[in-house]
């Protein structure tokens, strides 16, 4: 039997300020992105003011030399991980979102101006590279918000963090603590299925698509073009790997059984037989529909990279224990 809570004044006091901030951080990024490819945006200065019916939205960007801690949480413990290493690959939206933001008009040094705060992290680039583990990323974090006043004064809430990968704020340890109120941007909303408790609330926080290619998102200068439905030979494409799922490996064993439909090359992540970037765009453009099964986590970066190759994506959400037949 389910039990009903009354909803007091301070719920709904709460909401609102959720709502509120929801609708700034949306905003700020509507804007950003207008910013960037407007073709007049660039006889603005950063900072020129524009006519508006209301005041700009304004943001600060803490700096990695401003709070003890902060820049071990961008190149790692020994200052050696640089950005454009944190660029590549999936998880480049920690880098790319900071980098925007430092470019735009909207930015602010005063932070009794700000309307929110971004605080810069690539703990996910940094702790694949080793340069920090899980315990040192906690206690670099503690000791990062122990010193931020701002952050004391309104709990976090209006402070923005990205957390680019499947496991989402749970990089670091004490999230339910310290990062229960903040703005969180992550391509994973549900990480209940490994763990008790999601990081992921859907009246703060906010889905971001993973980091495709730069060299596939421009429309005008893509560098693998789609190609016609009726030139491609393929049905079907799988272009991951397998990490022992068994959804995946069944996938990997119906490629092998239907070639001419289905294609699941054994992907190659060293060496000289390593599959390039182009070559995996020229292999997923090559199918109509792009599977997409799940793997460590829910979320998948096939499902965003097929947008660019015009393939239809099909999220297959198979459990570890779940089997695909022929006949599926």
């Known amino acids: 039997m389910r039990h009903q809570h009354a909803c007091s004044r301070s719920h709904q006091v709460g909401a609102l300020l959720l709502?509120?901030?929801?609708?700034l951080l949306t905003r700020l990024f509507d804007r950003l992105l207008l910013d960037t490819s407007s073709p007049s945006s660039s006889s603005f200065p950063l900072n020129a003011a524009r006519p508006s019916s209301s005041p700009d939205l304004r943001i600060y960007v803490y700096s990695e030399d401003e709070i003890q801690g902060l820049r071990t949480l961008l190149r790692g413990r020994d200052g050696t991980v640089a950005a454009a290493t944190c660029l590549k690959g999936q998880w480049g939206t920690q880098v790319k979102i900071h980098q925007l933001l430092l470019k735009s008009r909207f930015?602010?040094?005063?932070?009794?101006?700000?309307?929110?705060?971004f605080v810069p992290s690539y703990?996910?680039?940094v702790r694949m590279t080793g340069a920090l583990n899980d315990k040192e990323i906690n206690q670099t974090y503690v000791k990062v918000l122990s010193q931020m006043p701002y952050f004391r004064r309104s709990s976090g809430r209006d402070h923005i963090f990205v957390f680019p990968s499947g496991a989402g704020a749970h990089l670091f340890r004490s999230w339910a603590t310290f990062l229960n109120r903040s703005i969180i941007l992550t391509p994973e909303g549900d990480r209940t299925d490994k763990r008790g408790t999601s990081a992921f609330n859907t009246w703060k926080d906010i889905i971001i698509p993973g980091n495709v290619d730069d060299s596939m998102v421009k429309s005008d200068a893509r560098a693998v073009q789609p190609i016609p439905l009726t030139k491609r030979k393929y049905l079907a494409n799988f272009l991951g790997r397998a990490q022992g799922k068994a959804g995946r490996l069944q996938l990997v064993k119906l490629a092998k059984q239907y070639p001419d439909k289905l294609e699941s090359p054994e992907l190659k992540l060293s060496g000289p037989n390593k599959l390039g970037r182009l070559d995996y765009f020229k292999h997923l453009r090559n199918a109509k529909f792009c599977l997409a099964p799940r793997g460590e986590s829910s979320w998948t970066l096939r499902f965003y990279?097929?947008?660019?190759?015009?393939s239809s994506p099909l999220l297959l959400l198979?459990?570890?224990?779940?089997?695909l037949n022929g006949k599926s």
Do not use: H, I, P
């Open 318 to 323: 198979l459990k570890d224990d779940f089997m």
């Open 107 to 117: 930015r602010t040094f005063n932070k009794d101006q700000a309307n929110l705060f």
């Open 19 to 23: 709502v509120a901030a929801t609708f």
């Open 123 to 125: 703990v996910k680039c």
């Open 305 to 310: 990279e097929s947008f660019f190759v015009v």
